[in-house]
T-cell receptor, first 118, second 116 residues
Framework: AQKITQTQPGMFVQEKEAVTLDCTYD???????LFWYKQPSSGEMIFLIY??????QNATEGRYSLNFQKARKSANLVISASQLGDSAMYFC???????????????FGQGTILTVHP | GAVVSQHPSWVICKSGTSVKIECRSL??????MFWYRQFPKQSLMLMAT?????????EQGVEKDKFLINHASLTLSTLTVTSAHPEDSSFYIC????????????FGQGTRLTVV
């Protein structure tokens, strides 16, 4: 079963508008972390935002915010005021487990290619 | 912020040869490093988890003898693709974990391997 699902293979947005990239996840672990990464054509993975399962408030980082709906197991990324440089592939990822010194691997969604039009 | 350096960024090799890719954590100690493989326009697939001083843990379906991983120090992990074939051509990327900042996984720049 897919643990992280991104149902939008591609998204288009007009420059300066907001866009929401969808992500749903599946886990039975009460402790987990959700990540969003941006991957431009160069291939590097750029960390955008993190949301912990016990965090009470939605995470925000500049123009990025995470719409965390725990009961629905969704963690959508909202990009406000889109810029041409936002065109890239975006990945949602989850790390299960968070206690002690054991580190969980990151499981990635399929990715969404975002294209920002001028 | 924390930096992970991966080298080389791209490499072309002949079929049958071996290629070594290095992943270094530059300003923190990484007890755990992860190696991923990515095909064009697809997701990152975890290949193996590398723990300093112990054997790597490979994901199901990943050939241990083909993808040799060594994590000899807290700042360096290497992935060696042995007897490379054209189907091994892919984008390989590493990530490193820091004890102090678990809300972020730090990635190297990636290595684009082409086997001809």
């Amino acid at each position: 079963a897919q643990k992280i699902t991104q149902t939008q293979p591609g998204m288009f947005v007009q420059e300066k508008e907001a866009v929401t990239l969808d992500c749903t996840y599946d886990t039975s672990d009460p402790s987990y972390g959700l990540f969003w990464y941006k991957q431009p054509s160069s291939g590097e993975m750029i960390f955008l935002i993190y949301q912990g399962s016990y965090d009470q408030q939605n995470a925000t980082e500049g123009r990025y915010s995470l719409n965390f709906q725990k009961a629905r197991k969704s963690a959508n990324l909202v990009i406000s005021a889109s810029q041409l440089g936002d065109s890239a592939m975006y990945f949602c990822a989850m790390r299960e487990g968070g206690s002690g010194t054991s580190y969980g691997k990151l499981t990635f969604g399929q990715g969404t290619i975002l294209t920002v039009h001028p | 912020g924390a930096v992970v350096s991966q080298h080389p960024s791209w490499v072309i090799c002949k079929s049958g040869t071996s290629v070594k890719i290095e992943c270094r954590s530059l300003d923190f100690q990484a007890t755990t490093m992860f190696w991923y493989r990515q095909f064009p326009k697809q997701s990152l697939m975890l290949m193996a988890t590398s723990n300093e001083g112990s054997k790597a843990t490979y994901e199901q379906g990943v050939e241990k003898d083909k993808f040799l991983i060594n994590h000899a120090s807290l700042t360096l992990s290497t992935l060696t693709v042995t007897s490379a074939h054209p189907e091994d051509s892919s984008f390989y990327i590493c990530s490193a974990e820091s004890d102090r900042r678990r809300t972020e996984a730090f990635f190297g720049q990636g290595t684009r391997l082409t086997v001809v």
